[in-house]
């Protein structure tokens, strides 16, 4: 699976909406972009994911350059809730050969929502 | 809809001692993963189980070992605690035939070994 690269740490004010970059430039064809977010001691939280369409759930959108070097994710109004660390992760879908189907997590972004 | 839920919630053992942990996974879902998280650190997963057999394994020693039960629950269980196995635990349910597989993440265990 390709690797990605993210800031280490963002802020964002209350209600505003956070951007969030991920790069992967070595991105495959068949490879999906996945996001989680991890609040503390928890479990990470599956967020979106997307192949190269952009795309919206009711948690965040995906927006993906046509290119598929890097991606956004986008919390449209954030609240202090959304306080977290953010994983971008790249991943081969099943049975295409590509490596374990373990999720390979990096460090992520710490995202601080201030009041 | 239960989501994936995982016993017990922490746990403490010593060093040279064997633990055993729980996951039950999202209603639906057939396929278990497990992952360990050191403090600070991301997950790194351990192995994967689906019709009661392992999947794929990621680079965790022997001491790791688990199982799927016909119900699709699993247990992780490691052997001969180290103090470097302290961790919090975290298991993950998809369904394998779902060509994206997204895996769906319980509250994890957090094992202290001292």
């Known amino acids: 699976d390709a690797k990605t690269t993210q800031p280490p740490s963002m802020d964002c004010a209350e209600g505003r909406a956070a951007n969030l970059p991920c790069n992967h430039s070595t991105i495959s064809g068949n490879e999906y972009v996945y996001w989680y977010r991890q609040i503390h001691s928890q479990g990470p939280q599956y967020i979106i994911h997307?192949?190269?369409n952009n795309e919206t759930n009711e948690m965040a959108s995906l927006i993906i350059t046509e290119d598929r070097k890097s991606s956004t994710l986008i919390l449209p109004h954030a609240t202090l809730r959304d306080t977290a660390v953010y994983y971008c992760i790249v991943r081969s879908p099943m049975y295409s050969g590509g490596g374990a189907d373990g999720l390979t997590f990096g460090k992520g972004t710490h995202l601080i929502i201030q009041p | 809809d239960a989501g994936v839920t995982q016993s017990p919630t922490h746990l403490i053992k010593t060093r040279g001692q064997q633990v055993t942990l729980r996951c039950s996974p999202k209603?639906?879902?057939?396929?278990v993963s497990w992952y360990q998280q050191a403090l600070g650190q991301g997950p790194q997963f351990i192995f994967q189980y689906y019709e009661e057999e392992e999947r794929q394994r990621g680079n965790f020693p022997d001491r790791f070992s688990g199982h799927q039960f016909p119900n699709y629950s699993s247990e992780l269980n490691v052997n001969a605690l180290l103090l470097g196995d302290s961790a919090l635990y975290l298991c993950?349910?998809?369904?394998?035939?779902?060509?994206?597989?997204?895996?769906?993440f319980g509250p994890g265990t957090r094992l202290l070994v001292l």
């Open positions: 997307g192949l190269k």
């Open positions: 209603s639906g879902h057939d396929t």
């Open positions: 993950a349910s998809s369904f394998l035939r779902d060509f994206q597989e997204t895996q769906y």
